[in-house]
C-alpha cells in the first residue's frame, strides 16, 4: 500500500474498493434481512360470509406470490373480538391481520356498545387496505311485517351479540324514527346461523348482508342471504332516509344509506330499500412491521384482478380503490400510506 506513496487513507483507489465492498455487503445484509420468512394469520369472520373468502384469496395470493411471506387464513368471530384479542394479547400485534370496519373503529374509540368499559388507545389500530363494501338491512318471511314499526312485539336478530356494533346502529336509527325498540324481542345469531333461525321460524326477522358488486350500487346478497332467498319467500325491510339521517347528525356515526333497485335483492322486492352500508377492510395494529403491511399491499396491488374470482364482493377491489375506506390518511398504518404515495393512489371513498 506504501509503494506509491500514497497511504490508504489518501489512494483514490483504495478508497473506492473499500467503499464497493462496504457497499455490496451493506446492500446484501439489507437485502436478507427485507426477505427473512415472516408469517401472519388472516383473521376474518365466519364462512358464509364474502369477507371470509376475502381473506381465505389474501392468503393464497401473498403465498402463491411472495418469497418470504406466508400468510394462514382462519375464521374469526369480528372486529371486536379482534381487536380485544390484541389488546390482551400484545404478542400477536406484529403478525395479525384483521377484518375490520370503519363502523366498528369509530365505536370502539367513542367507547359505545361491545366497546363500553373496555378501555385502550384505538389509533394504535390502523387500516391496510380495502376489502369491499358491505350492506346491511331487514328482511322477514313475513308478508305482514312491511316496515320497522313492524317489529314491535316480534323477535329479531339484529347481530351477533348484544351491544355489538349493528345492533347499536339498527335501534338508533329505530330510535329516531319515533319506534319503541323495548317493544321487539332481541336474539342473537351469526350470518348463516340467523337465516336458519328465520327459515326455522323461531324468529320473525334478521339482519341481511349484501356486497356491492359493480358501481355505482349495484348489490348482491352475501353468501349465507343468497342461501335464504334461494330456499325462502323473503321480504324486504327499508331503511329510510329521514331517521338514518337523524341518527347520524346526533352520533356523528359513519354509516352511509343507499337505494337498491327492485329486485336486486329477492323477486319480492318489488321497491327500492333502503341499506345500510359500510367500508370493510383489512386492519393490521400498529406494531405490524412496515415490510409486511407494504408487501401485503404489494400483493394485493399487483393482483387486485384477481379476487374478484373468488367471490362478487372482490370486484370492487381495484388497484385504484385500495385506499378508498373514507378515512383520512392518519387512519391507516404509515407503510400503507408511503405505498399509495408511491403508487400515487388517491386516499378517499366511494
Known sequence: MEKSGLSYSTNPICRFLFALIFFLVAGSSSILAAEEPFEIT????????SSYVMGVALAEQINKHSTWLKAVATEGRGPVEHMKTLVRKPEKRKNYLFFNTTWDIWEAKKGL????????NYDEFRFVSLLGIAGNGISTLDPEIKNLNDLAGKKAIFDSGKGKG????????MEAAGINVKKVKFQYARGKGA??????GLVDAIYTGHILKKLPASYGNSPYMAELVATKKVYFLSFEEAAVNAYKAKTGHPLGLVKVAAKELSPLQTEPCG??????????????PDRVVSEVLRVIYENAHIFKEYTPLGAILTKETIASLGVPAEEYHPAAVRFFKDKGIAITGF
Open 42 to 49: 388472516i383473521s376474518t369472520i365466519p364462512a358464509g360470509f
Open 275 to 288: 341499506i345500510l352500508i359500510k367500508p370493510l377492510a383489512f386492519a393490521a395494529h400498529l406494531d405490524m
Open 195 to 200: 337465516a336458519d333461525t328465520l327459515r326455522d
Open 113 to 120: 356498545g361491545a366497546y363500553k368499559g373496555f378501555d385502550f
Open 166 to 173: 349493528r345492533e347499536v346502529v339498527y335501534l338508533g336509527i
